[in-house]
Protein backbone atom coordinates (compact mmCIF):
# COMPACT_ATOMS: atom_id res chain seq x y z
CA UNK A 1 0.00 0.00 0.00
CA UNK A 2 1.21 3.07 -0.99
CA UNK A 3 0.23 6.64 0.79
CA UNK A 4 -0.94 9.62 -1.43
CA UNK A 5 -1.29 13.36 -0.40
CA UNK A 6 -4.65 15.30 -2.28
CA UNK A 7 -6.50 18.51 -2.06
CA UNK A 8 -9.62 18.38 -3.51
CA UNK A 9 -13.11 20.07 -2.63
CA UNK A 10 -16.44 18.30 -1.10
CA UNK A 11 -19.75 20.32 -0.28
CA UNK A 12 -18.54 21.73 3.13
CA UNK A 13 -15.68 23.54 0.94
CA UNK A 14 -11.82 22.66 0.59
CA UNK A 15 -9.97 19.29 2.10
CA UNK A 16 -6.72 18.22 1.79
CA UNK A 17 -5.28 15.15 3.66
CA UNK A 18 -3.44 11.60 3.06
CA UNK A 19 -4.69 8.54 2.74
CA UNK A 20 -3.45 4.52 1.73
CA UNK A 21 -4.21 2.62 -2.07
CA UNK A 22 -2.86 0.21 -3.95
CA UNK A 23 -2.55 2.81 -7.02
CA UNK A 24 -3.42 6.37 -7.93
CA UNK A 25 -6.65 5.62 -9.32
CA UNK A 26 -7.69 3.35 -6.61
CA UNK A 27 -6.79 6.45 -4.22
CA UNK A 28 -9.28 8.78 -6.59
CA UNK A 29 -11.86 6.57 -6.52
CA UNK A 30 -11.69 6.17 -2.82
CA UNK A 31 -12.12 10.23 -2.33
CA UNK A 32 -14.56 10.40 -5.20
CA UNK A 33 -16.46 7.96 -3.25
CA UNK A 34 -16.82 10.00 -0.27
CA UNK A 35 -17.87 13.01 -2.22
CA UNK A 36 -14.44 14.15 -3.12
CA UNK A 37 -13.53 16.02 -6.24
CA UNK A 38 -10.19 15.65 -6.53
CA UNK A 39 -8.23 18.44 -7.66
CA UNK A 40 -4.33 17.41 -7.11
CA UNK A 41 -2.85 13.99 -5.96
CA UNK A 42 0.45 12.76 -5.65
CA UNK A 43 2.30 9.37 -4.15
CA UNK A 44 3.86 10.58 -0.61
CA UNK A 45 7.43 9.44 -0.43
CA UNK A 46 8.66 6.24 1.90
CA UNK A 47 10.29 7.74 4.67
CA UNK A 48 13.86 5.43 5.50
CA UNK A 49 11.51 3.64 8.27
CA UNK A 50 8.86 2.87 5.93
CA UNK A 51 10.62 1.31 3.14
CA UNK A 52 10.98 -3.10 2.70
CA UNK A 53 14.55 -3.71 3.50
CA UNK A 54 15.77 -5.65 0.71
CA UNK A 55 18.85 -8.12 1.01
CA UNK A 56 20.11 -9.51 -2.60
CA UNK A 57 17.22 -9.67 -5.28
CA UNK A 58 13.82 -7.91 -4.52
CA UNK A 59 11.53 -10.63 -5.50
CA UNK A 60 12.73 -14.38 -4.83
CA UNK A 61 13.62 -16.64 -8.33
CA UNK A 62 10.82 -19.51 -6.95
CA UNK A 63 8.32 -16.43 -6.79
CA UNK A 64 9.10 -15.10 -10.27
CA UNK A 65 8.86 -18.49 -11.77
CA UNK A 66 5.28 -18.68 -10.64
CA UNK A 67 4.10 -15.82 -11.39
CA UNK A 68 5.76 -15.42 -15.24
CA UNK A 69 3.96 -19.35 -15.61
CA UNK A 70 0.65 -17.86 -14.16
CA UNK A 71 0.79 -14.91 -16.05
CA UNK A 72 1.81 -16.90 -19.51
CA UNK A 73 -1.47 -19.77 -19.14
CA UNK A 74 -3.94 -16.26 -18.77
CA UNK A 75 -2.72 -15.14 -21.79
CA UNK A 76 -2.95 -18.06 -23.47
CA UNK A 77 -6.54 -18.32 -21.92
CA UNK A 78 -7.63 -14.94 -23.56
CA UNK A 79 -7.34 -12.88 -20.53
CA UNK A 80 -6.34 -9.39 -21.15
CA UNK A 81 -2.85 -8.22 -19.94
CA UNK A 82 -4.08 -5.93 -17.13
CA UNK A 83 -7.09 -8.11 -16.43
CA UNK A 84 -4.52 -10.62 -15.62
CA UNK A 85 -1.36 -8.24 -13.85
CA UNK A 86 -4.52 -7.46 -11.77
CA UNK A 87 -5.47 -10.96 -10.68
CA UNK A 88 -2.09 -12.20 -10.11
CA UNK A 89 -1.29 -9.38 -8.05
CA UNK A 90 -3.97 -10.18 -5.74
CA UNK A 91 -2.37 -13.68 -4.95
CA UNK A 92 1.19 -13.60 -5.31
CA UNK A 93 2.79 -14.07 -2.05
CA UNK A 94 5.65 -11.57 -2.82
CA UNK A 95 5.23 -7.84 -1.79
CA UNK A 96 7.15 -6.20 -3.59
CA UNK A 97 5.86 -8.31 -6.93
CA UNK A 98 2.62 -7.35 -5.67
CA UNK A 99 2.93 -3.59 -5.47
CA UNK A 100 4.69 -3.66 -8.43
CA UNK A 101 2.07 -5.53 -10.41
CA UNK A 102 -0.32 -2.94 -8.17
CA UNK A 103 1.24 -0.08 -10.28
CA UNK A 104 1.69 -1.31 -13.70
CA UNK A 105 -2.04 -2.21 -13.84
CA UNK A 106 -2.95 1.40 -13.30
CA UNK A 107 0.04 2.30 -15.93
CA UNK A 108 -1.62 0.26 -18.22
CA UNK A 109 -5.17 1.42 -17.52
CA UNK A 110 -3.91 4.90 -18.43
CA UNK A 111 -3.04 3.19 -21.50
CA UNK A 112 0.77 2.68 -21.09
CA UNK A 113 1.82 -0.51 -23.06
CA UNK A 114 3.23 -3.81 -20.69
CA UNK A 115 6.60 -2.85 -21.38
CA UNK A 116 7.13 0.44 -20.44
CA UNK A 117 5.04 -0.35 -16.99
CA UNK A 118 7.50 -2.98 -16.37
CA UNK A 119 10.14 -0.27 -16.87
CA UNK A 120 9.46 1.60 -14.40
CA UNK A 121 9.49 -0.91 -11.61
CA UNK A 122 13.20 -1.26 -12.10
CA UNK A 123 13.98 -2.68 -8.57
CA UNK A 124 11.86 -5.54 -9.50
CA UNK A 125 12.35 -6.37 -13.37
CA UNK A 126 15.91 -6.62 -14.44
CA UNK A 127 16.80 -5.59 -18.57
CA UNK A 128 16.47 -8.86 -19.81
CA UNK A 129 12.92 -9.36 -18.25
CA UNK A 130 11.91 -5.72 -20.00
CA UNK A 131 13.64 -6.44 -23.40
CA UNK A 132 12.27 -9.86 -23.64
CA UNK A 133 8.54 -7.79 -23.05
CA UNK A 134 9.51 -5.37 -25.96
CA UNK A 135 10.25 -8.07 -28.32
CA UNK A 136 7.32 -10.04 -27.40
CA UNK A 137 5.22 -6.59 -27.86
CA UNK A 138 6.71 -6.45 -31.34
CA UNK A 139 5.96 -10.07 -32.83
CA UNK A 140 2.32 -10.66 -30.84
CA UNK A 141 3.74 -13.24 -28.60
CA UNK A 142 3.82 -12.15 -25.41
CA UNK A 143 2.40 -15.75 -23.65
CA UNK A 144 5.22 -16.93 -25.28
CA UNK A 145 7.64 -14.74 -24.22
CA UNK A 146 6.53 -15.23 -20.86
CA UNK A 147 6.73 -19.23 -21.01
CA UNK A 148 10.26 -18.57 -22.16
CA UNK A 149 10.61 -16.27 -19.17
CA UNK A 150 9.57 -18.63 -16.97
CA UNK A 151 12.16 -21.48 -18.19
CA UNK A 152 14.82 -19.28 -17.85
CA UNK A 153 14.50 -18.00 -14.48
CA UNK A 154 13.67 -21.54 -13.55
CA UNK A 155 16.72 -23.16 -14.84
CA UNK A 156 18.76 -19.57 -13.38
CA UNK A 157 17.47 -20.80 -9.90
CA UNK A 158 17.98 -24.38 -9.91
CA UNK A 159 21.99 -23.73 -11.18
CA UNK A 160 21.61 -20.87 -7.98
CA UNK A 161 20.90 -23.56 -5.54
CA UNK A 162 23.26 -25.81 -6.71
CA UNK A 163 26.01 -23.48 -6.62
CA UNK A 164 24.66 -22.42 -2.81
CA UNK A 165 24.14 -26.26 -1.68
CA UNK A 166 28.16 -26.95 -2.94
CA UNK A 167 29.17 -23.71 -0.71
CA UNK A 168 26.82 -23.68 2.11
CA UNK A 169 27.97 -26.86 3.67
CA UNK A 170 32.52 -25.58 4.10
CA UNK A 171 30.69 -22.53 5.44
CA UNK A 172 28.39 -24.33 8.16
CA UNK A 173 31.08 -26.61 9.27
CA UNK A 174 33.53 -23.48 9.68
CA UNK A 175 31.27 -21.02 11.31
CA UNK A 176 30.74 -24.30 13.79
CA UNK A 177 34.03 -25.14 14.14
CA UNK A 178 34.90 -21.25 15.09
CA UNK A 179 32.35 -20.99 17.90
CA UNK A 180 33.41 -25.04 18.93
CA UNK A 181 37.13 -23.70 19.57
CA UNK A 182 35.95 -20.55 20.96
CA UNK A 183 33.55 -22.40 23.04
CA UNK A 184 36.45 -25.05 24.29
CA UNK A 185 38.78 -21.62 24.97
CA UNK A 186 37.11 -19.42 26.83
CA UNK A 187 34.50 -22.03 29.06
CA UNK A 188 36.22 -25.07 29.19
CA UNK A 189 40.27 -24.50 29.18
CA UNK A 190 40.28 -22.28 31.98
CA UNK A 191 38.69 -24.33 34.39
CA UNK A 192 42.22 -26.72 33.96
CA UNK A 193 44.71 -23.87 34.53
CA UNK A 194 45.00 -23.55 38.17
CA UNK A 195 45.12 -27.54 38.18
CA UNK A 196 48.26 -27.25 36.11
CA UNK A 197 49.84 -24.12 37.79
CA UNK A 198 48.85 -26.51 41.49
CA UNK A 199 51.06 -29.72 39.53
CA UNK A 200 54.11 -26.97 38.84
CA UNK A 201 56.53 -28.39 35.94
CA UNK A 202 57.32 -28.27 32.38
CA UNK A 203 53.92 -28.42 30.81
CA UNK A 204 53.95 -29.57 26.92
CA UNK A 205 54.84 -27.41 24.42
CA UNK A 206 50.85 -27.64 22.50
CA UNK A 207 49.45 -27.27 26.58
CA UNK A 208 51.56 -24.05 27.13
CA UNK A 209 50.26 -23.08 23.13
CA UNK A 210 46.45 -23.44 24.05
CA UNK A 211 46.46 -21.89 27.48
CA UNK A 212 48.40 -19.21 26.04
CA UNK A 213 45.27 -18.99 23.13
CA UNK A 214 42.69 -19.15 25.86
CA UNK A 215 43.81 -16.24 28.30
CA UNK A 216 44.81 -13.95 24.48
CA UNK A 217 40.75 -14.94 23.82
CA UNK A 218 39.44 -14.30 27.48
CA UNK A 219 41.24 -10.74 27.56
CA UNK A 220 40.87 -9.59 23.79
CA UNK A 221 38.23 -11.24 22.28
CA UNK A 222 36.75 -7.91 20.85
CA UNK A 223 39.43 -7.72 18.65
CA UNK A 224 38.39 -10.74 16.78
CA UNK A 225 35.10 -9.37 17.03
CA UNK A 226 36.26 -5.98 15.39
CA UNK A 227 38.46 -7.76 13.17
CA UNK A 228 35.45 -9.88 11.51
CA UNK A 229 32.95 -6.97 11.25
CA UNK A 230 35.97 -4.93 9.69
CA UNK A 231 36.56 -7.90 6.63
CA UNK A 232 32.70 -8.34 5.92
CA UNK A 233 32.58 -4.12 5.91
CA UNK A 234 35.58 -4.22 3.64
CA UNK A 235 34.45 -7.10 1.26
CA UNK A 236 30.87 -5.14 0.93
CA UNK A 237 32.83 -1.57 0.41
CA UNK A 238 35.39 -3.09 -2.48
CA UNK A 239 32.48 -5.37 -4.13
CA UNK A 240 30.23 -2.23 -4.82
CA UNK A 241 33.21 -0.25 -6.27
CA UNK A 242 33.56 -1.30 -9.83
CA UNK A 243 37.03 -1.18 -9.88
CA UNK A 244 37.86 -3.03 -6.90
CA UNK A 245 35.01 -5.85 -8.00
CA UNK A 246 36.53 -7.22 -11.03
CA UNK A 247 39.45 -8.23 -9.09
CA UNK A 248 37.57 -9.69 -6.52
CA UNK A 249 35.30 -12.15 -8.94
CA UNK A 250 39.09 -12.85 -10.07
CA UNK A 251 40.11 -13.95 -7.21
CA UNK A 252 36.43 -15.98 -7.12
CA UNK A 253 37.12 -17.65 -10.73
CA UNK A 254 40.47 -18.95 -9.13
CA UNK A 255 39.80 -20.26 -6.31
CA UNK A 256 40.74 -23.60 -5.53
CA UNK A 257 38.18 -26.31 -5.70
CA UNK A 258 35.35 -23.68 -6.07
CA UNK A 259 36.67 -21.39 -8.60
CA UNK A 260 35.68 -24.19 -11.02
CA UNK A 261 32.20 -24.12 -10.12
CA UNK A 262 31.95 -20.83 -10.30
CA UNK A 263 33.62 -20.35 -13.46
CA UNK A 264 30.70 -23.05 -15.05
CA UNK A 265 27.82 -21.05 -13.57
CA UNK A 266 28.81 -17.89 -14.72
CA UNK A 267 29.04 -19.27 -18.43
CA UNK A 268 26.30 -21.15 -17.41
CA UNK A 269 24.19 -17.72 -16.57
CA UNK A 270 25.47 -16.12 -19.39
CA UNK A 271 24.65 -18.57 -22.83
CA UNK A 272 21.38 -19.10 -20.82
CA UNK A 273 20.76 -15.36 -21.52
CA UNK A 274 21.86 -14.50 -24.80
CA UNK A 275 20.09 -17.81 -25.85
CA UNK A 276 17.15 -16.11 -24.00
CA UNK A 277 17.23 -12.97 -25.94
CA UNK A 278 18.18 -13.66 -29.32
CA UNK A 279 15.53 -16.36 -29.71
CA UNK A 280 13.53 -13.67 -28.44
CA UNK A 281 14.83 -11.62 -31.36
CA UNK A 282 16.39 -8.63 -29.22
CA UNK A 283 18.92 -7.09 -31.30
CA UNK A 284 22.32 -9.10 -31.10
CA UNK A 285 24.19 -5.94 -29.86
CA UNK A 286 21.72 -4.84 -26.94
CA UNK A 287 21.30 -8.59 -26.41
CA UNK A 288 25.01 -8.55 -25.25
CA UNK A 289 24.87 -4.94 -23.25
CA UNK A 290 21.86 -6.58 -21.20
CA UNK A 291 23.98 -9.93 -20.86
CA UNK A 292 27.15 -7.95 -19.49
CA UNK A 293 25.05 -6.06 -17.05
CA UNK A 294 23.34 -9.41 -15.28
CA UNK A 295 25.91 -12.04 -15.73
CA UNK A 296 27.12 -10.81 -12.13
CA UNK A 297 30.49 -11.57 -12.68
CA UNK A 298 32.79 -8.55 -13.93
CA UNK A 299 35.40 -10.53 -15.26
CA UNK A 300 33.22 -12.19 -17.55
CA UNK A 301 31.18 -9.31 -18.41
CA UNK A 302 34.47 -7.80 -19.68
CA UNK A 303 34.65 -10.39 -22.46
CA UNK A 304 31.30 -9.58 -23.59
CA UNK A 305 31.91 -6.38 -23.75
CA UNK A 306 34.86 -7.18 -25.96
CA UNK A 307 33.15 -9.35 -28.40
CA UNK A 308 30.15 -6.64 -28.78
CA UNK A 309 32.93 -4.40 -29.86
CA UNK A 310 34.39 -6.78 -32.07
CA UNK A 311 30.96 -7.53 -33.84
CA UNK A 312 30.80 -3.34 -33.77
CA UNK A 313 34.09 -3.81 -35.93
CA UNK A 314 32.88 -6.53 -38.48
CA UNK A 315 35.01 -8.92 -36.28
CA UNK A 316 33.72 -12.67 -35.13
CA UNK A 317 32.10 -12.11 -31.85
CA UNK A 318 34.17 -15.44 -30.66
CA UNK A 319 37.68 -13.46 -30.55
CA UNK A 320 37.98 -11.64 -27.93
CA UNK A 321 36.42 -14.97 -26.03
CA UNK A 322 39.40 -17.66 -27.64
CA UNK A 323 41.67 -15.19 -26.23
CA UNK A 324 40.53 -15.65 -22.73
CA UNK A 325 41.45 -18.54 -19.59
CA UNK A 326 37.72 -18.37 -18.43
CA UNK A 327 36.41 -19.31 -21.73
CA UNK A 328 36.73 -22.84 -22.57
CA UNK A 329 37.70 -24.28 -26.16
CA UNK A 330 34.24 -25.66 -26.44
CA UNK A 331 32.15 -22.40 -25.71
CA UNK A 332 33.58 -20.54 -28.46
CA UNK A 333 33.81 -22.62 -30.93
CA UNK A 334 30.21 -23.54 -30.46
CA UNK A 335 29.49 -19.99 -30.72
CA UNK A 336 31.41 -19.64 -34.32
CA UNK A 337 29.54 -22.59 -35.62
CA UNK A 338 26.52 -20.83 -34.37
CA UNK A 339 27.54 -17.81 -36.10
CA UNK A 340 28.55 -19.75 -39.00
CA UNK A 341 25.34 -21.34 -39.45
CA UNK A 342 23.13 -18.52 -38.72
CA UNK A 343 21.95 -20.53 -35.47
CA UNK A 344 23.57 -19.07 -32.66
CA UNK A 345 20.24 -19.40 -30.18
CA UNK A 346 19.93 -23.13 -30.51
CA UNK A 347 23.76 -23.70 -30.25
CA UNK A 348 24.16 -20.85 -26.95
CA UNK A 349 21.41 -23.39 -25.71
CA UNK A 350 23.05 -26.12 -25.73
CA UNK A 351 26.31 -24.71 -24.39
CA UNK A 352 23.92 -23.59 -21.28
CA UNK A 353 21.96 -26.71 -21.52
CA UNK A 354 25.89 -28.48 -21.26
CA UNK A 355 27.39 -26.16 -18.29
CA UNK A 356 23.93 -26.41 -16.25
CA UNK A 357 24.64 -29.93 -16.35
CA UNK A 358 28.18 -29.85 -15.01
CA UNK A 359 27.62 -27.16 -12.57
CA UNK A 360 25.16 -30.14 -10.78
CA UNK A 361 27.71 -32.92 -11.14
CA UNK A 362 30.78 -30.87 -10.00
CA UNK A 363 28.57 -29.82 -6.86
CA UNK A 364 27.54 -33.54 -6.03
CA UNK A 365 31.20 -34.24 -6.60
CA UNK A 366 32.54 -31.51 -4.40
CA UNK A 367 29.81 -32.36 -1.14
CA UNK A 368 31.06 -35.97 -1.59
CA UNK A 369 34.88 -34.36 -1.68
CA UNK A 370 34.24 -31.60 1.12
CA UNK A 371 32.25 -33.28 3.41
CA UNK A 372 34.71 -35.74 4.95
CA UNK A 373 37.64 -33.55 4.52
CA UNK A 374 35.33 -30.73 6.89
CA UNK A 375 34.66 -33.40 9.75
CA UNK A 376 38.68 -34.43 9.28
CA UNK A 377 39.55 -30.80 9.89
CA UNK A 378 36.87 -29.82 12.13
CA UNK A 379 38.09 -33.25 14.57
CA UNK A 380 41.65 -32.11 14.30
CA UNK A 381 41.21 -28.79 15.98
CA UNK A 382 38.89 -29.81 18.28
CA UNK A 383 41.35 -32.84 19.11
CA UNK A 384 43.75 -30.52 19.53
CA UNK A 385 42.77 -28.84 22.09
CA UNK A 386 41.41 -31.99 23.86
CA UNK A 387 44.96 -34.01 23.79
CA UNK A 388 46.49 -30.65 24.92
CA UNK A 389 44.13 -30.85 28.09
CA UNK A 390 44.66 -34.49 28.47
CA UNK A 391 48.67 -35.03 28.20
CA UNK A 392 49.67 -32.84 31.04
CA UNK A 393 46.43 -34.54 33.07
CA UNK A 394 48.12 -38.25 32.49
CA UNK A 395 51.19 -36.63 33.80
CA UNK A 396 49.57 -35.57 36.85
CA UNK A 397 47.87 -38.94 37.14
CA UNK A 398 51.16 -40.66 37.16
CA UNK A 399 52.83 -38.85 39.64
CA UNK A 400 50.24 -39.11 41.94
CA UNK A 401 50.09 -43.24 41.29
CA UNK A 402 54.28 -42.99 42.07
CA UNK A 403 53.81 -40.61 45.10
CA UNK A 404 51.27 -43.29 46.67
Same mark, same amino acid.
Given at each position: ?????????????????????????????????????????????????????????????????????????????????????????????????????????????????????????????????????????? #?? /? +???? !? &??????? $????? %???????????????????????????????????????????????????????????????????????????????????????????????????????????????? #?? /? +???? !? &??????? $????? %??????????????????????????????????????????????????????????????????????????????????????????????????????????????????
Amino acid at each position: MAKFVYTGRDRRGPKKGTLTAHSKKEAIEKLQSNGIRVKEIEQKPETFWEQDIVIGRAVKLEHMVIFLRQFAALLQAGVTVVDSAFILSQQTDSKPLRRALTNMEADMREGRPLSEAAEKQKKIFEPLFINMLKAGEA #TG /T +LDQT !F &SDLAVHY $ERQHR %TRQKVISALAYPVVVGIVAVFVVIFLLVSVVPTFVGMFEDFGGELPAITRFVIYSSEWMQRFWYVIALLAVLAAGAVWLLRRRPESKIYIDYAILRMPLFGNLMRKAVLARM #TR /T +LSSL !F &SNSVPIL $EAMDI %TGNVVGNEVIAGVIKESRQSLERGESITGPMQRHWAFPPLLHQMVAIGEETGSLDQMLSKVADFYEAEVETVTDRLKALIEPLMIVLLAAIVGTIVISIMVPMFEIFNTVQEGS
